[in-house]
């Protein structure tokens, strides 16, 4: 559809056509009209799939017009990017109207906690938050969420992976009974379905195609051995100079030490990036990577999910990741907008069984190639679940710190 027919307001179709987006996604054309008429909704869909302005058009179309000087909105995501991210889109897309959006996440300083403090009493029209430093704000009194009439949960599935559902519960008791709310999440598992019984009221329920990596993605598997992956990828990246932009994935933030201290010893201009850093840290390696100031960024999963960098020509999974979903938000970090990305995953032999899963969940068998003669061959293709990998699959995996 083309988003005039959605009856969304001039000041937004001006700042669309700015953005330079001509027709809606298909999650904008099923989302939008029913938050227009103002229904609850969950939604099953993918970063990358337009899903943020699936839910900020209309709530922005809702709000133009109010005057109100308390927050109306409340949109509660899992990680501080993802907060920043959504909040740039607000200002984005609410140039040419004056509403107000403030992001409040973990990690900042004084100075921010004041701001974040007089936006949550009498500013920001729209709240982007985390919700364990939204929790602490609350828990001082001063949050008056009165006048709130919309809540966006998004990338649920990704909070309560993380543990935050009794947070989310809790910040449910601050708000309004009568409110519209949206929740997005990537996967439906059945925790999802349950936290939407609990907070939606007779939801419509929409959904885009079922987890796969974007077309344009060339995957290969390398079997290797532990001891042969940082050879490899040390020589997978001298192979490829015309790769501008490369990110490597790790299960956890010791292998990110690990691997960046390696690359850094073979001269790539490389920065490692998880939740050890500062989050002015943090910004400042996202800031220079898009700028192509760093060639390689190794990073864990907690960074594949929302993060909207362009232009990544090469993906490589140091592992393969302990959720299969997250195999696709890794490698759909790559050939984003219809280009085209090459994701390679380094196996060895207790993520093979890991690896069957992602293809069990892509339903597509992963080209498996040798190991460059010069690194000896690695193991061969056995996917039967090994003692260690059955631990990774067991009822706490979706709580192991990243
Ligand atoms: P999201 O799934 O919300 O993370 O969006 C992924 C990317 O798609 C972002 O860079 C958006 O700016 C872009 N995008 C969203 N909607 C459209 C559209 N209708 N046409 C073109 N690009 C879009």
């Given amino acids: 559809m083309k988003f005039d027919e959605f009856g969304l307001n001039d000041q937004l179709l001006e700042a669309i056509s700015y953005m330079g987006f001509e027709k809606a996604t298909?999650?904008?054309?099923?989302?939008?009209?029913?938050?227009?008429?103002?229904?609850?909704l969950i939604a099953c869909a993918q970063t990358g799939t337009g899903k943020t302005a699936a839910f900020i058009l209309p709530i922005l179309d809702k709000l133009s017009g109010e005057t109100s000087d308390q927050t109306t909105v409340l949109i509660i995501v899992p990680t501080r990017e993802l907060a920043l991210q959504i909040d740039q889109h607000i200002h984005g897309f609410a140039y040419f109207t004056d509403v107000s959006s403030l992001p409040v996440y973990g990690g900042g300083d004084g100075v921010d906690w004041e701001q974040e403090r007089r936006s949550l009493t009498k500013g920001a029209n729209i709240i982007v938050a985390t919700p364990g430093k939204l929790l602490a704000h609350l828990a001082m009194g001063y949050v008056n969420f009165n006048k709130l009439q919309y809540l966006i949960l998004d990338e649920a599935d990704r909070m309560l992976d993380i543990g935050f559902y009794d947070d989310i519960m809790k910040i449910i008791t601050y708000l309004p009974k009568e409110r519209q709310t949206l929740m997005f999440s990537a996967t439906m598992p059945q925790d999802i379905k349950k936290?939407?019984?609990?907070?939606?009221?007779?939801?419509?329920?929409?959904?885009?195609?079922?987890?796969?990596?974007?077309?344009?993605?060339?995957?290969?598997?390398y079997l290797a051995f532990d001891n042969q992956k940082t050879p490899l990828i040390n020589s997978l990246i001298a192979d490829k100079p015309d790769c501008k932009s490369i990110l490597i994935f790790c299960s956890t933030?010791?292998?990110?030490?690990?691997?960046?201290?390696?690359?850094?010893?073979?001269?790539?201009?490389?920065?490692?990036?998880?939740?050890?850093?500062?989050?002015?840290?943090?910004?400042?390696?996202?800031?220079?990577?898009?700028?192509?100031?760093?060639?390689?960024l190794v990073a864990t999963d907690v960074m594949s999910r929302g993060i909207d960098i362009k232009d990544i020509n090469l993906v490589i999974n140091y592992d393969a990741p302990n959720d299969a979903e997250d195999y696709v938000h890794r490698v759909g970090r790559t050939a984003r907008a219809e280009t085209t990305g090459i994701a390679l995953t380094l196996i060895n032999r207790e993520d093979m069984y890991k690896l069957k899963r992602i293809e069990e969940l892509i339903k597509k068998e992963i080209m498996k190639i040798p190991m460059p003669p010069e690194l000896g061959p690695g193991p061969q293709w056995d996917p039967r679940p090994t003692r260690s990998g059955y631990k990774h699959h067991g009822g706490n995996k979706r709580r192991q710190k990243k």
């Avoid at 298909?26 to 008429?37: E, G, L, V, Y």
């Fill in 195 to 221: 936290l939407a019984s609990r907070i939606l009221k007779k939801p419509i329920e929409v959904s885009t195609e079922i987890a796969k990596p974007p077309e344009g993605v060339l995957q290969v598997v």
């Fill in 253 to 296: 933030k010791k292998k990110v030490a690990e691997i960046t201290r390696t690359l850094k010893g073979k001269g790539s201009v490389v920065s490692g990036i998880s939740s050890d850093l500062k989050q002015s840290e943090r910004e400042e390696v996202l800031r220079k990577f898009k700028a192509r100031q760093i060639r390689v």
């Fill in 26 to 40: 298909p999650i904008q054309d099923q989302a939008i009209p029913h938050i227009m008429r103002g229904r609850d």
